[in-house]
């Protein structure tokens, strides 16, 4: 099925021809349909395989069929967890319905409200928002949401991560009793399970994933390194390979600042990412990222949760997350479509229960780099000028068939 085959506005059609939508993906082609026949929807989807999409195409569909007169009112609400996922989807939804006139709105704190007040104003139909900000204009009477049709929560799983379980459940008391409900995760679990059930009636139930949980196109391997000796080997491989996009993930935001400090004193250019920057300046520093005039990213897993970031190299884990399922969502950030990845994580010795409970998870054995004690006292002593080759041990260690 291509998307010029659905029941859907030609001007939508039209967009998704000329952005390069033709045929969608898994998750695409089992919830478009029932989100146009109106269905309550429960879909499990990892990160990356056009979930957004699969919401905003036939949410505008519903927009554009059902607009009365020439005010409009706030009939889509999409609740997301971070500022950085706002803007993304609100920009999503932007780029589909670019030739329908429909208005979408981002709202998030950490900005001026103000100027979110003033576009409130301007007949929003598509109200994307994290709940902080929302339940503030809602109190101060600026936002509506007495006729919205369709509430989205996406990225519940992170929702839930963040403490937003008692804003989801408060936010059904602003919302018409007769709405289509979609709730999209990455993950699932017991409590993600009852707060599904809370908010969705008789949904259609959706679990898209692949056979694997990890792609066969990013190659992993593991060093065993002591805690204090991280930066150097981070330091060493950022130098050995200076042309590529690397995100390097960290447990904290204090964390991601001192690798960033260290780096900088070994003279590599990176930033950190994380949620105690400025929200300007962490939309600035996306789109730095983005647009490669920044390859290297010091992030945590809460920051970058959910963003889009195309054509990533190298995904370095130099914190093993505590959470197993977040070292598929890491590395699950490179080898996207036909494109070859590579995934490296730094294991302390604390670590090797965390490592365990990976390879359990994934179902793989992760290669080990094994390096000779005067290799790995070289990196540590003389970091700034030995060259130990990654790149070889990178090579010697590429079998792709092992995670297939």
């Given at each position: 099925?291509?998307?010029?085959?659905?029941?859907?506005?030609?001007?939508?059609?039209?967009?998704?021809?000329?952005?390069?939508?033709?045929?969608?993906?898994?998750?695409?082609?089992?919830?478009?349909?029932?989100?146009l026949?109106?269905?309550?929807?429960?879909?499990v989807?990892?990160?990356?395989?056009?979930?957004?999409?699969?919401?905003?195409?036939?949410?505008?569909?519903?927009?554009i069929?059902?607009?009365?007169?020439?005010?409009?009112?706030?009939?889509?609400?999409?609740?997301?967890?971070?500022?950085?996922?706002?803007?993304?989807?609100?920009?999503?939804?932007?780029?589909?319905g670019?030739?329908?006139?429909?208005?979408?709105?981002?709202?998030?704190?950490g900005?001026?409200?103000?100027?979110?007040?003033?576009?409130?104003?301007?007949?929003?139909?598509?109200?994307?928002?994290?709940?902080?900000?929302?339940?503030?204009?809602?109190?101060?009477?600026?936002?509506?949401?007495?006729?919205?049709?369709?509430?989205?929560?996406?990225?519940?799983?992170?929702?839930?991560?963040?403490?937003?379980?008692?804003?989801?459940?408060?936010?059904?008391?602003?919302?018409?009793?007769?709405?289509?409900?979609?709730?999209?995760?990455?993950?699932?679990?017991?409590?993600?399970?009852?707060l599904?059930?809370?908010?969705?009636?008789?949904?259609?139930?959706?679990?898209?994933?692949?056979?694997?949980?990890v792609?066969?196109?990013?190659?992993?391997?593991?060093?065993?390194?002591?805690?204090?000796?991280?930066?150097?080997?981070?330091?060493?491989?950022?130098?050995?390979?200076?042309?590529?996009?690397?995100?390097?993930?960290?447990?904290?935001?204090?964390?991601a600042?001192?690798?960033?400090?260290?780096?900088?004193?070994?003279?590599?250019?990176?930033?950190?990412?994380?949620?105690?920057?400025?929200?300007?300046?962490?939309?600035?520093?996306?789109?730095r990222?983005?647009?490669?005039?920044?390859?290297?990213?010091?992030?945590?897993?809460?920051?970058?949760?959910?963003?889009?970031?195309?054509?990533?190299?190298?995904?370095?884990?130099?914190?093993?997350?505590?959470?197993?399922?977040?070292?598929?969502?890491?590395?699950?950030?490179?080898?996207?479509g036909?494109?070859?990845g590579?995934?490296?994580?730094?294991?302390?010795?604390?670590?090797?229960?965390?490592?365990?409970?990976?390879e359990?998870?994934?179902?793989?054995?992760?290669?080990?780099?094994?390096?000779?004690?005067?290799?790995?006292?070289?990196?540590?002593?003389?970091?700034?000028?030995?060259?130990k080759?990654?790149?070889?041990?990178?090579?010697?260690?590429?079998?792709?068939?092992?995670?297939?």
């Open positions: 099925m291509k998307f010029k085959d659905y029941h859907i506005d030609a001007k939508l059609k039209s967009q998704l021809e000329y952005l390069g939508f033709n045929r969608p993906t898994d998750i695409q082609f089992r919830a478009i349909q029932a989100i026949d109106g269905e309550d929807v429960m879909a989807a990892p990160t990356g395989t056009g979930k957004t999409a699969a919401f905003a195409i036939p949410v505008l569909q519903h927009v069929r059902n607009r009365k007169g020439k005010h409009k009112n706030i009939s889509v609400l999409v609740l997301v967890p971070t500022r950085e996922l706002a803007q993304q989807i609100a920009e999503a939804f932007d780029a589909i670019k030739k329908t006139g429909v208005n979408v709105l981002a709202l998030f704190g900005v001026d409200q103000d100027p979110q007040i003033k576009a409130l104003n301007g007949n929003v139909e598509v109200l994307v928002s994290t709940p902080g900000r929302m339940f503030d204009l809602i109190s101060q009477g600026y936002v509506d949401l007495n006729h919205v049709a369709h509430f989205i929560i996406d990225e519940a799983d992170l929702m839930l991560d963040l403490g937003f379980n008692d804003d989801i459940r408060d936010v059904l008391r602003h919302l018409p009793r007769k709405r289509q409900t979609l709730f999209f995760t990455a993950t699932l679990n017991k409590k993600i399970k009852a599904a059930y809370d908010v969705v009636r008789n949904a259609i139930r959706i679990h898209v994933s692949p056979k694997n949980p792609s066969k196109n990013v190659q992993h391997a593991v060093s065993h390194v002591e805690m204090d000796d991280k930066r150097f080997f981070l330091e060493n491989l950022l130098n050995e390979f200076e042309t590529g996009k690397f995100i390097v993930f960290v447990r904290t935001k204090v964390r600042e001192r690798v960033v400090a260290a780096m900088e004193r070994a003279n590599i250019s990176c930033e950190a990412l994380h949620g105690g920057i400025d929200q300007d300046l962490r939309f600035a520093i996306l789109e990222f983005r647009k490669g005039e920044n390859t290297i990213l010091i992030t945590t897993d809460v920051a970058c949760r959910g963003i889009d970031i195309p054509s990533m190299d190298y995904v370095v884990n130099y914190d093993l997350p505590e959470n197993p399922e977040n070292y598929v969502h890491r590395c699950g950030r490179t080898g996207r036909n494109n070859k590579h995934a490296l994580s730094f294991c302390a010795e604390n670590e090797s229960v965390l490592l365990e409970e990976i359990k998870y994934t179902g793989h054995e992760i290669e080990v780099f094994d390096l000779r004690p005067e290799d790995y006292h070289a990196i540590v002593g003389e970091s700034e000028s030995h060259d080759n990654w790149k070889k041990l990178l090579s010697d260690n590429d079998n792709p068939e092992s995670w297939d």
